[in-house]
């Protein structure tokens, strides 16, 4: 039986495979997709078998991770409804989606872990927000739920009340970053910086400002102080964004996401 079992290779599926192959053997893993052209040029490339079926999938894994839309779950569950045993640990990736609502499907004695993982995790600096009983689990399953998480990133063990807000500031935040480093770059292209170089100082922008609020530990408020120097260039854009209603949209943003979980 194979460790991991992958229903799903998509952006996130492929995303954790890939972390997973910095600490696991490929050996030790499976997955399974209904693009079978994807299914051959992620094995060739990774080395990491597939199965023909969701349903094999699961029957040859210990823990099978779940990374499809949470508009196929119905149909994914069904697939497997009949396979998972009480000794398996299933991983649901999906917005939305109770712990409760997929042992509905699956039976009351199914361990089912939520989690939230978000595309950073394909360069290996991921954030995922994980939930479940750990009264179901025993300490060698706790440690591989870490060591799988942490090998494409960060992990962090939350209430499942608050997942919603992990797919907020984490999952679906990645999309708002590259507005904002897409918008930025504009922004020197309107004032004669070829479109390249300004991709290239916005993102590395990013990069390095979240590895000083990361290393520092200081408020992120401190950091924006220290660049606006009184009567200064930085002042000024902080005001029009403020003006703009820069904060304001981020929240709006995060109130809109929060719904839709």
Known sequence: MAKIGFIGIGNMGYAMLKGALTKFKATEMVFSDTNEARMLEVS???????????????????????AVKPQFYPAVLKNIQNVVKEDQVVISIAAGITRESIQNVLGSTARVVRAMPNTPALVGEGMTGI??????????????????????????????????????????????????????????????????????????????????????????????????????????GVEALEEYGFRNAVMKATDACYKKT
């Open 44 to 66: 060739r490339e990774t080395g990491v078998p597939y199965a023909f079926s969701n349903a094999e999938c699961a029957n040859r894994s210990k823990f099978i991770v779940l």
């Open 131 to 236: 939930v479940y009983d750990d009264r179901e689990f025993t300490v060698d399953e706790k440690d591989f739920l870490e060591e799988f998480f942490s090998s494409f990133g960060k992990v962090r063990k939350v209430d499942e009340k608050l997942l919603g807000v992990v797919t907020c500031v984490s999952g679906s935040a990645p999309a708002y970053v590259a507005m904002f480093a897409e918008a930025l770059a504009d922004s020197a292209v309107k004032y004669g910086m070829p479109r390249a170089d300004a991709y290239e100082f916005s993102v590395q922008m990013i990069l390095g400002t979240a590895k000083l609020l990361s290393v520092s530990g200081e408020h992120p408020a401190v950091l924006k102080d220290k660049v606006c120097t009184p009567g200064g260039c930085t002042i000024a």
